[in-house]
Protein backbone atom coordinates (compact mmCIF):
# COMPACT_ATOMS: atom_id res chain seq x y z
CA UNK A 1 0.00 0.00 0.00
CA UNK A 2 1.51 3.50 -0.65
CA UNK A 3 1.25 6.28 1.57
CA UNK A 4 1.68 9.89 1.31
CA UNK A 5 5.40 10.19 2.73
CA UNK A 6 5.08 14.28 2.56
CA UNK A 7 1.99 16.48 3.40
CA UNK A 8 1.99 19.97 2.90
CA UNK A 9 -0.65 21.82 4.23
CA UNK A 10 -1.41 25.56 3.88
CA UNK A 11 2.23 26.64 3.52
CA UNK A 12 2.75 30.23 4.13
CA UNK A 13 6.12 32.56 3.47
CA UNK A 14 6.81 35.98 2.94
CA UNK A 15 10.03 37.29 2.79
CA UNK A 16 9.56 41.47 4.23
CA UNK A 17 6.94 42.87 1.96
CA UNK A 18 7.52 39.71 -0.59
CA UNK A 19 4.32 37.16 -0.48
CA UNK A 20 6.18 34.19 -1.75
CA UNK A 21 4.02 31.29 -0.58
CA UNK A 22 0.25 31.95 0.10
CA UNK A 23 -1.09 28.88 0.98
CA UNK A 24 0.64 25.37 -0.35
CA UNK A 25 -0.86 22.06 -0.75
CA UNK A 26 0.64 18.80 -2.18
CA UNK A 27 1.29 15.63 -0.83
CA UNK A 28 3.52 13.04 -2.07
CA UNK A 29 3.42 9.53 -2.28
CA UNK A 30 5.94 7.13 -1.34
CA UNK A 31 8.78 6.35 -4.07
CA UNK A 32 7.07 9.17 -6.34
CA UNK A 33 8.67 11.01 -8.82
CA UNK A 34 6.95 14.44 -7.71
CA UNK A 35 7.76 17.77 -9.74
CA UNK A 36 7.32 21.31 -9.01
CA UNK A 37 7.40 23.53 -11.84
CA UNK A 38 7.41 27.07 -11.60
CA UNK A 39 8.99 30.01 -13.25
CA UNK A 40 11.72 32.10 -11.33
CA UNK A 41 11.16 33.62 -8.13
CA UNK A 42 7.56 31.61 -8.53
CA UNK A 43 9.27 29.94 -4.75
CA UNK A 44 10.31 26.57 -5.35
CA UNK A 45 13.64 27.10 -3.23
CA UNK A 46 11.63 28.30 -0.81
CA UNK A 47 9.46 25.44 -0.58
CA UNK A 48 12.24 23.30 -0.55
CA UNK A 49 14.17 25.13 2.18
CA UNK A 50 10.87 24.83 4.52
CA UNK A 51 10.98 21.05 3.73
CA UNK A 52 14.51 20.40 3.89
CA UNK A 53 14.46 22.39 7.57
CA UNK A 54 16.40 25.16 6.51
CA UNK A 55 13.89 28.03 6.79
CA UNK A 56 10.86 28.69 8.87
CA UNK A 57 7.45 28.71 7.50
CA UNK A 58 5.30 31.45 8.50
CA UNK A 59 2.65 29.06 8.82
CA UNK A 60 1.39 26.04 7.64
CA UNK A 61 2.14 22.62 8.69
CA UNK A 62 4.97 19.56 6.80
CA UNK A 63 5.10 16.08 7.70
CA UNK A 64 7.66 14.47 6.56
CA UNK A 65 7.62 10.61 7.09
CA UNK A 66 5.26 10.91 9.77
CA UNK A 67 7.48 13.99 11.62
CA UNK A 68 6.59 17.61 11.50
CA UNK A 69 9.56 19.62 10.60
CA UNK A 70 9.09 22.00 13.17
CA UNK A 71 8.56 20.24 16.28
CA UNK A 72 10.86 16.79 14.88
CA UNK A 73 13.18 18.74 12.74
CA UNK A 74 16.24 16.11 13.78
CA UNK A 75 13.86 13.05 12.47
CA UNK A 76 12.51 14.86 9.55
CA UNK A 77 16.64 15.66 8.64
CA UNK A 78 17.32 11.67 9.53
CA UNK A 79 15.09 10.69 6.56
CA UNK A 80 15.60 13.09 3.86
CA UNK A 81 18.71 14.25 1.88
CA UNK A 82 19.03 17.64 -0.09
CA UNK A 83 20.73 18.84 -3.16
CA UNK A 84 20.29 22.39 -3.28
CA UNK A 85 20.20 24.63 -6.39
CA UNK A 86 23.84 25.03 -6.63
CA UNK A 87 25.96 22.09 -5.97
CA UNK A 88 27.11 22.30 -2.46
CA UNK A 89 30.41 20.62 -2.76
CA UNK A 90 33.51 21.54 -1.06
CA UNK A 91 36.20 22.00 -4.00
CA UNK A 92 39.24 21.74 -1.65
CA UNK A 93 38.63 18.40 -1.50
CA UNK A 94 38.48 15.63 -3.99
CA UNK A 95 35.55 13.88 -5.21
CA UNK A 96 36.07 11.27 -2.82
CA UNK A 97 36.70 12.68 0.10
CA UNK A 98 33.64 14.88 -0.63
CA UNK A 99 32.04 11.54 0.01
CA UNK A 100 33.49 9.90 2.36
CA UNK A 101 33.18 12.76 4.37
CA UNK A 102 29.27 12.75 3.93
CA UNK A 103 29.10 8.91 4.99
CA UNK A 104 31.39 9.89 8.14
CA UNK A 105 29.19 12.61 9.44
CA UNK A 106 26.30 10.36 8.36
CA UNK A 107 27.78 7.51 10.64
CA UNK A 108 28.14 5.04 7.71
CA UNK A 109 29.96 1.95 8.88
CA UNK A 110 32.36 1.54 6.06
CA UNK A 111 32.51 5.24 4.86
CA UNK A 112 35.71 3.81 1.96
CA UNK A 113 33.25 1.24 0.09
CA UNK A 114 30.17 3.57 0.20
CA UNK A 115 32.35 5.88 -1.43
CA UNK A 116 33.82 3.52 -3.96
CA UNK A 117 30.32 2.49 -4.79
CA UNK A 118 28.97 6.03 -5.61
CA UNK A 119 32.18 6.70 -7.89
CA UNK A 120 31.05 3.96 -9.70
CA UNK A 121 27.90 4.40 -10.39
CA UNK A 122 28.21 8.27 -11.18
CA UNK A 123 31.16 7.68 -13.76
CA UNK A 124 33.69 9.61 -11.35
CA UNK A 125 36.04 7.10 -10.66
CA UNK A 126 38.94 8.48 -12.64
CA UNK A 127 38.32 11.92 -11.79
CA UNK A 128 37.96 10.14 -7.73
CA UNK A 129 41.33 11.71 -6.24
CA UNK A 130 41.05 14.87 -7.97
CA UNK A 131 40.37 17.95 -6.58
CA UNK A 132 36.75 18.83 -7.48
CA UNK A 133 37.66 22.59 -8.15
CA UNK A 134 38.97 21.15 -11.55
CA UNK A 135 35.72 19.55 -12.14
CA UNK A 136 33.38 20.58 -15.04
CA UNK A 137 29.86 21.72 -13.74
CA UNK A 138 27.99 18.19 -14.78
CA UNK A 139 30.75 16.76 -12.83
CA UNK A 140 29.72 18.87 -9.80
CA UNK A 141 26.30 18.02 -10.27
CA UNK A 142 27.06 14.33 -10.28
CA UNK A 143 29.01 14.44 -6.95
CA UNK A 144 26.30 16.92 -5.11
CA UNK A 145 23.85 14.06 -6.22
CA UNK A 146 25.54 11.33 -5.03
CA UNK A 147 26.99 12.95 -1.87
CA UNK A 148 22.52 13.32 -1.26
CA UNK A 149 22.11 9.15 -1.71
CA UNK A 150 24.18 8.83 1.17
CA UNK A 151 22.80 7.08 4.30
CA UNK A 152 20.01 5.83 2.28
CA UNK A 153 17.42 8.70 2.24
CA UNK A 154 13.89 7.70 1.82
CA UNK A 155 13.33 11.56 0.52
CA UNK A 156 15.50 13.33 -1.43
CA UNK A 157 14.71 16.87 -2.49
CA UNK A 158 16.54 17.98 -6.28
CA UNK A 159 15.76 21.33 -6.45
CA UNK A 160 16.68 22.24 -10.52
CA UNK A 161 19.40 19.64 -11.10
CA UNK A 162 19.33 19.66 -14.31
CA UNK A 163 20.13 23.64 -14.76
CA UNK A 164 23.40 24.19 -16.42
CA UNK A 165 24.39 20.89 -17.45
CA UNK A 166 24.76 19.85 -21.15
CA UNK A 167 21.59 18.12 -22.61
CA UNK A 168 24.21 14.78 -22.03
CA UNK A 169 24.61 15.27 -18.44
CA UNK A 170 20.82 16.33 -18.28
CA UNK A 171 20.72 12.62 -19.41
CA UNK A 172 22.36 11.14 -17.11
CA UNK A 173 20.78 12.68 -14.24
CA UNK A 174 17.19 11.60 -15.32
CA UNK A 175 18.42 8.46 -15.70
CA UNK A 176 19.33 8.42 -11.83
CA UNK A 177 16.37 10.19 -10.80
CA UNK A 178 14.21 7.14 -12.29
CA UNK A 179 16.47 4.63 -10.90
CA UNK A 180 16.25 5.92 -7.54
CA UNK A 181 12.62 5.92 -7.73
CA UNK A 182 12.29 2.47 -9.29
CA UNK A 183 13.78 1.69 -5.92
CA UNK A 184 11.61 3.35 -3.65
CA UNK A 185 13.37 6.21 -3.05
CA UNK A 186 10.48 9.16 -3.16
CA UNK A 187 11.43 12.38 -5.10
CA UNK A 188 10.96 16.04 -5.27
CA UNK A 189 12.22 17.79 -7.71
CA UNK A 190 11.87 21.62 -8.87
CA UNK A 191 12.98 22.04 -12.57
CA UNK A 192 12.18 25.44 -14.98
CA UNK A 193 11.67 22.73 -17.95
CA UNK A 194 8.30 21.71 -18.78
CA UNK A 195 10.43 19.35 -20.93
CA UNK A 196 11.68 17.67 -17.83
CA UNK A 197 8.73 17.58 -16.01
CA UNK A 198 6.93 16.05 -18.93
CA UNK A 199 9.93 13.24 -18.88
CA UNK A 200 10.51 12.39 -15.32
CA UNK A 201 7.80 13.03 -12.98
CA UNK A 202 4.52 10.63 -12.18
CA UNK A 203 2.79 14.22 -10.58
CA UNK A 204 3.83 17.52 -11.85
CA UNK A 205 2.14 20.23 -9.58
CA UNK A 206 2.37 24.07 -11.07
CA UNK A 207 3.31 26.54 -8.48
CA UNK A 208 2.40 30.15 -9.41
CA UNK A 209 1.34 33.19 -7.69
CA UNK A 210 2.33 31.63 -4.66
CA UNK A 211 -0.32 28.42 -4.77
CA UNK A 212 -0.44 25.40 -6.48
CA UNK A 213 -2.30 26.05 -9.22
CA UNK A 214 -2.70 22.72 -11.25
CA UNK A 215 -1.18 19.31 -10.10
CA UNK A 216 -1.74 15.53 -11.26
CA UNK A 217 -0.30 13.70 -13.13
CA UNK A 218 0.77 15.04 -17.22
CA UNK A 219 -2.74 13.10 -18.83
CA UNK A 220 -4.30 15.29 -15.49
CA UNK A 221 -2.80 18.64 -16.39
CA UNK A 222 -3.41 17.74 -20.15
CA UNK A 223 -7.54 17.70 -20.00
CA UNK A 224 -6.99 21.38 -18.06
CA UNK A 225 -6.57 22.60 -21.67
CA UNK A 226 -9.24 24.68 -23.36
CA UNK A 227 -10.84 22.27 -25.60
CA UNK A 228 -11.74 25.31 -28.53
CA UNK A 229 -8.02 24.91 -28.77
CA UNK A 230 -7.34 20.88 -28.85
CA UNK A 231 -9.42 20.85 -31.84
CA UNK A 232 -6.80 22.78 -33.65
CA UNK A 233 -4.27 21.07 -31.92
CA UNK A 234 -2.85 18.14 -33.91
CA UNK A 235 -0.51 16.58 -31.78
CA UNK A 236 -0.94 15.99 -28.51
CA UNK A 237 -0.42 19.21 -26.01
CA UNK A 238 2.68 19.88 -24.50
CA UNK A 239 3.17 20.50 -21.42
CA UNK A 240 4.47 24.09 -22.20
CA UNK A 241 0.95 24.47 -23.74
CA UNK A 242 -0.96 23.56 -20.76
CA UNK A 243 1.51 25.56 -18.63
CA UNK A 244 1.15 28.78 -20.41
CA UNK A 245 -2.85 27.97 -20.98
CA UNK A 246 -3.24 27.18 -17.24
CA UNK A 247 -1.04 30.38 -15.69
CA UNK A 248 -2.45 32.73 -18.32
CA UNK A 249 -5.95 32.22 -17.05
CA UNK A 250 -5.04 32.50 -14.03
CA UNK A 251 -3.34 35.74 -13.84
CA UNK A 252 -6.48 36.77 -15.64
CA UNK A 253 -9.00 36.04 -13.37
CA UNK B 1 24.12 11.52 16.65
CA UNK B 2 27.77 12.36 18.66
CA UNK B 3 28.26 15.82 18.44
CA UNK B 4 31.98 15.56 19.56
CA UNK B 5 32.98 13.34 16.52
CA UNK B 6 30.95 15.30 14.35
CA UNK B 7 32.68 17.77 15.08
CA UNK B 8 36.24 16.22 14.87
CA UNK B 9 34.90 15.02 11.39
CA UNK B 10 34.66 18.24 10.23
CA UNK B 11 37.92 19.86 11.66
CA UNK B 12 39.71 17.32 9.89
CA UNK B 13 37.69 18.75 7.16
CA UNK B 14 38.87 22.29 7.49
CA UNK B 15 42.53 21.17 8.48
CA UNK B 16 43.14 19.83 5.09
CA UNK B 17 41.81 23.20 3.84
CA UNK B 18 44.66 24.67 5.67
CA UNK B 19 47.14 22.02 4.12
CA UNK B 20 46.06 22.28 0.77
CA UNK B 21 46.44 25.91 1.19
CA UNK B 22 49.27 27.06 3.08
CA UNK B 23 49.54 30.77 2.24
CA UNK B 24 46.83 30.84 4.94
CA UNK B 25 49.26 29.72 7.12
CA UNK B 26 51.94 31.50 5.79
CA UNK B 27 50.74 35.09 5.82
CA UNK B 28 49.69 34.93 9.00
CA UNK B 29 52.99 33.43 9.97
CA UNK B 30 55.60 35.84 8.44
CA UNK B 31 53.28 39.18 8.54
CA UNK B 32 54.13 38.99 12.59
CA UNK B 33 57.48 38.00 11.75
CA UNK B 34 58.29 40.99 9.51
CA UNK B 35 56.83 43.15 12.20
CA UNK B 36 59.69 42.06 14.55
CA UNK B 37 62.42 42.19 12.36
CA UNK B 38 61.38 45.54 11.79
CA UNK B 39 60.46 46.36 14.85
CA UNK B 40 64.15 45.14 16.41
CA UNK B 41 66.62 45.83 13.96
CA UNK B 42 65.05 49.35 12.64
CA UNK B 43 63.06 50.80 14.84
CA UNK B 44 64.47 48.88 18.11
CA UNK B 45 67.40 50.73 18.31
CA UNK B 46 65.68 54.58 18.88
CA UNK B 47 62.88 52.76 20.86
CA UNK B 48 63.78 52.80 24.85
CA UNK B 49 61.27 50.42 26.90
CA UNK B 50 63.73 50.28 30.12
CA UNK B 51 63.97 46.81 29.02
CA UNK B 52 67.67 45.50 28.06
CA UNK B 53 66.25 42.61 25.48
CA UNK B 54 63.81 44.43 23.33
CA UNK B 55 62.62 41.17 21.58
CA UNK B 56 61.20 39.94 25.04
CA UNK B 57 59.15 43.35 24.75
CA UNK B 58 57.73 43.00 21.59
CA UNK B 59 56.95 39.11 21.51
CA UNK B 60 53.24 39.85 23.10
CA UNK B 61 52.52 42.25 20.91
CA UNK B 62 53.68 40.10 17.98
CA UNK B 63 52.00 37.23 18.86
CA UNK B 64 48.48 39.02 19.54
CA UNK B 65 49.41 40.67 16.26
CA UNK B 66 49.73 37.13 14.40
CA UNK B 67 46.21 36.04 15.93
CA UNK B 68 44.06 38.75 14.58
CA UNK B 69 45.44 38.58 11.76
CA UNK B 70 44.80 34.58 11.89
CA UNK B 71 40.97 34.55 12.97
CA UNK B 72 40.33 36.76 9.38
CA UNK B 73 40.96 33.14 7.84
CA UNK B 74 38.23 31.31 9.94
CA UNK B 75 35.70 34.48 8.84
CA UNK B 76 36.57 33.65 5.29
CA UNK B 77 36.41 30.15 5.70
CA UNK B 78 33.15 30.10 6.90
CA UNK B 79 32.22 32.70 4.59
CA UNK B 80 33.02 30.23 2.15
CA UNK B 81 31.14 27.74 3.43
CA UNK B 82 27.91 29.31 3.73
CA UNK B 83 28.03 31.17 -0.11
CA UNK B 84 28.55 27.40 -1.23
CA UNK B 85 25.75 25.88 0.52
CA UNK B 86 27.57 23.78 2.59
CA UNK B 87 26.92 25.01 5.81
CA UNK B 88 23.02 24.62 4.24
CA UNK B 89 23.94 20.72 3.08
CA UNK B 90 25.52 20.09 6.63
CA UNK B 91 22.67 21.72 8.23
CA UNK B 92 19.92 19.68 6.26
CA UNK B 93 22.01 16.61 7.66
CA UNK B 94 21.05 14.49 10.97
CA UNK B 95 24.01 15.87 12.15
CA UNK B 96 24.32 18.23 15.57
CA UNK B 97 24.38 21.61 14.33
CA UNK B 98 26.59 23.48 16.63
CA UNK B 99 29.56 20.91 15.88
CA UNK B 100 29.86 22.73 11.83
CA UNK B 101 30.41 26.28 14.01
CA UNK B 102 32.90 24.28 16.38
CA UNK B 103 34.70 22.54 14.04
CA UNK B 104 35.79 26.34 12.85
CA UNK B 105 36.40 27.77 15.88
CA UNK B 106 38.92 24.71 16.33
CA UNK B 107 40.54 24.94 13.38
CA UNK B 108 40.66 28.72 14.10
CA UNK B 109 42.81 27.45 17.12
CA UNK B 110 44.68 24.67 16.31
CA UNK B 111 46.35 27.08 13.11
CA UNK B 112 46.84 30.36 14.92
CA UNK B 113 48.53 27.68 17.53
CA UNK B 114 51.08 26.40 14.47
CA UNK B 115 51.66 30.22 13.94
CA UNK B 116 52.34 31.05 17.82
CA UNK B 117 54.75 28.34 17.98
CA UNK B 118 56.98 28.83 14.61
CA UNK B 119 57.15 32.96 15.69
CA UNK B 120 57.90 32.29 18.96
CA UNK B 121 60.81 29.72 17.61
CA UNK B 122 62.18 33.09 15.48
CA UNK B 123 61.89 34.84 18.63
CA UNK B 124 64.69 32.16 20.27
CA UNK B 125 66.51 32.59 17.22
CA UNK B 126 66.65 36.63 17.62
CA UNK B 127 67.34 36.21 21.07
CA UNK B 128 64.11 35.95 22.99
CA UNK B 129 64.51 34.33 26.87
CA UNK B 130 62.66 33.61 29.79
CA UNK B 131 62.96 32.44 32.75
CA UNK B 132 59.33 31.67 33.50
CA UNK B 133 58.56 28.81 35.14
CA UNK B 134 56.05 25.58 33.72
CA UNK B 135 53.09 27.64 35.58
CA UNK B 136 53.84 30.66 34.24
CA UNK B 137 54.47 29.40 30.30
CA UNK B 138 50.86 27.43 31.46
CA UNK B 139 49.50 30.54 31.82
CA UNK B 140 50.45 32.70 29.14
CA UNK B 141 49.19 29.59 26.83
CA UNK B 142 45.64 29.69 28.31
CA UNK B 143 45.70 33.50 28.11
CA UNK B 144 47.14 33.16 24.38
CA UNK B 145 44.33 30.73 24.00
CA UNK B 146 41.62 32.07 25.29
CA UNK B 147 42.22 35.49 23.14
CA UNK B 148 41.68 33.06 20.29
CA UNK B 149 38.56 31.82 21.39
CA UNK B 150 37.53 35.60 22.00
CA UNK B 151 38.45 36.89 18.56
CA UNK B 152 37.56 33.57 17.11
CA UNK B 153 33.88 33.78 18.10
CA UNK B 154 33.92 37.54 16.58
CA UNK B 155 35.18 36.76 13.58
CA UNK B 156 32.34 33.74 13.25
CA UNK B 157 29.82 36.85 12.87
CA UNK B 158 30.93 38.28 9.60
CA UNK B 159 31.96 34.42 8.64
CA UNK B 160 27.86 34.52 9.01
CA UNK B 161 27.20 37.70 7.75
CA UNK B 162 29.20 39.32 5.58
CA UNK B 163 27.98 40.00 2.22
CA UNK B 164 31.08 39.74 0.47
CA UNK B 165 34.48 37.79 1.09
CA UNK B 166 36.10 41.17 1.27
CA UNK B 167 34.24 42.13 4.35
CA UNK B 168 34.12 38.53 5.64
CA UNK B 169 37.99 39.18 6.56
CA UNK B 170 38.35 42.98 6.58
CA UNK B 171 36.66 43.27 10.30
CA UNK B 172 40.33 41.92 11.01
CA UNK B 173 41.92 45.09 10.28
CA UNK B 174 41.28 47.29 13.09
CA UNK B 175 42.17 44.43 15.82
CA UNK B 176 45.54 43.80 14.20
CA UNK B 177 45.75 47.82 14.64
CA UNK B 178 45.25 47.60 18.13
CA UNK B 179 48.39 46.75 19.00
CA UNK B 180 49.63 49.30 17.74
CA UNK B 181 47.66 51.76 19.95
CA UNK B 182 48.73 49.53 23.34
CA UNK B 183 51.54 49.14 25.26
CA UNK B 184 53.07 46.39 22.80
CA UNK B 185 56.08 48.40 20.86
CA UNK B 186 56.28 51.31 23.04
CA UNK B 187 55.53 52.10 26.75
CA UNK B 188 52.25 53.79 26.65
CA UNK B 189 53.52 57.01 28.89
CA UNK B 190 55.37 58.32 25.76
CA UNK B 191 51.87 58.74 24.36
CA UNK B 192 49.78 62.15 24.47
CA UNK B 193 47.41 62.05 26.70
CA UNK B 194 43.94 61.39 25.00
CA UNK B 195 45.86 58.52 22.32
CA UNK B 196 47.19 57.16 26.50
CA UNK B 197 43.75 57.09 27.92
CA UNK B 198 42.95 54.51 25.05
CA UNK B 199 46.13 52.66 25.02
CA UNK B 200 45.66 52.07 28.46
CA UNK B 201 42.30 51.47 28.88
CA UNK B 202 41.80 49.10 25.67
CA UNK B 203 42.35 45.09 26.12
CA UNK B 204 45.28 44.70 24.20
CA UNK B 205 47.54 46.86 26.60
CA UNK B 206 46.86 44.12 29.37
CA UNK B 207 46.81 41.46 27.76
CA UNK B 208 50.19 42.34 26.73
CA UNK B 209 51.21 43.97 30.02
CA UNK B 210 50.05 40.16 31.80
CA UNK B 211 51.88 38.26 29.28
CA UNK B 212 54.78 40.14 29.13
CA UNK B 213 55.48 40.24 33.39
CA UNK B 214 54.58 36.39 33.04
CA UNK B 215 57.33 35.58 30.93
CA UNK B 216 60.18 38.35 32.75
CA UNK B 217 58.99 37.98 36.04
CA UNK B 218 56.82 34.71 36.30
CA UNK B 219 53.70 36.27 37.35
CA UNK B 220 51.19 38.96 36.31
CA UNK B 221 49.64 40.99 39.39
CA UNK B 222 46.36 42.62 38.82
CA UNK B 223 46.71 42.42 34.92
CA UNK B 224 45.86 39.07 34.51
CA UNK B 225 42.01 39.73 35.70
CA UNK B 226 41.56 42.24 33.95
CA UNK B 227 42.98 40.71 31.05
CA UNK B 228 41.06 37.65 31.52
CA UNK B 229 37.66 39.62 32.47
CA UNK B 230 38.19 41.00 28.58
CA UNK B 231 38.95 37.71 27.01
CA UNK B 232 35.94 35.83 28.54
CA UNK B 233 33.82 39.18 28.18
CA UNK B 234 34.69 39.13 24.38
CA UNK B 235 34.12 35.98 23.97
CA UNK B 236 30.49 35.21 25.80
CA UNK B 237 29.01 38.44 24.14
CA UNK B 238 30.54 37.21 20.88
CA UNK B 239 29.33 33.61 21.40
CA UNK B 240 26.14 34.70 21.84
CA UNK B 241 25.50 37.42 18.54
CA UNK B 242 27.63 34.63 16.34
CA UNK B 243 24.70 31.54 18.02
CA UNK B 244 21.71 33.90 17.52
CA UNK B 245 22.83 34.68 14.03
CA UNK B 246 23.53 31.04 13.08
CA UNK B 247 19.98 30.09 14.40
CA UNK B 248 18.43 32.87 12.26
CA UNK B 249 20.35 32.30 9.14
CA UNK B 250 20.46 28.08 9.33
N1 LIG C 1 16.09 35.20 1.99
C1 LIG C 1 15.27 35.92 1.22
N2 LIG C 1 15.02 37.21 1.50
C2 LIG C 1 14.19 37.95 0.73
N3 LIG C 1 13.57 37.48 -0.34
C3 LIG C 1 13.77 36.20 -0.69
C4 LIG C 1 14.64 35.35 0.07
N4 LIG C 1 14.65 34.13 -0.51
C5 LIG C 1 13.83 34.22 -1.56
N5 LIG C 1 13.30 35.45 -1.69
C6 LIG C 1 12.33 35.88 -2.70
O1 LIG C 1 11.30 34.93 -2.74
C7 LIG C 1 10.88 34.70 -4.06
C8 LIG C 1 10.95 33.21 -4.36
O2 LIG C 1 12.28 32.81 -4.35
P1 LIG C 1 12.72 31.30 -4.63
O3 LIG C 1 14.19 31.28 -4.58
O4 LIG C 1 11.98 30.38 -3.74
O5 LIG C 1 12.22 31.11 -6.12
P2 LIG C 1 12.52 29.93 -7.13
O6 LIG C 1 11.22 29.45 -7.62
O7 LIG C 1 13.41 28.93 -6.51
O8 LIG C 1 13.27 30.72 -8.29
P3 LIG C 1 14.46 30.22 -9.26
O9 LIG C 1 13.80 29.47 -10.36
O10 LIG C 1 15.03 31.50 -9.74
O11 LIG C 1 15.39 29.41 -8.44
C9 LIG C 1 11.76 35.56 -4.94
O12 LIG C 1 11.05 36.72 -5.26
C10 LIG C 1 12.93 35.88 -4.08
O13 LIG C 1 13.47 37.14 -4.42
MG1 LIG D 1 15.27 28.26 -6.89
Known amino acids: ?253 | MNPLRETFILLGRSMRHILRSPDTIITVTIMPIAFMLLFVYVFGGAIHTGTSNYVNYLLPGILLISVASGVSYTAFRLFIDMQKGIIARFNSMPINRSAVLWSHVLTSIVSNSISLVVIIGVALIMGFRSSASILAWIAVIGMLLLFMLALTWLAIIPGLKAKSIDGASAFSYPLILLPFISSAFVPTNTMPTAVRVFAENQPVTTIVNSIRSLLEAGSAGNDIWIALAWCIGITIVAYFFAIRIYRRAA
Open chain 1, 1 to 253: MTKDIVQVRNLRKSFKDTKVLQGVNFEIRQGEIFTLLGQNGAGKTTVIQILSTLLKADSGRVIISGYDVNNQPGKVRASISLTGQFAAVDDMLTGRENLELIAKLRADVSPKQTANGLLKRFGLEEAANRLVSTYSGGMKRRLDISMSLIGKPTVIFLDEPTTGLDPEARLEVWKTIKELANNGTTILLTTQYLEEAEHLANKIAILHTGKIIANGTLDDLKKLIPPVKKEYVEKQPTLEEIFFAITGKKETN
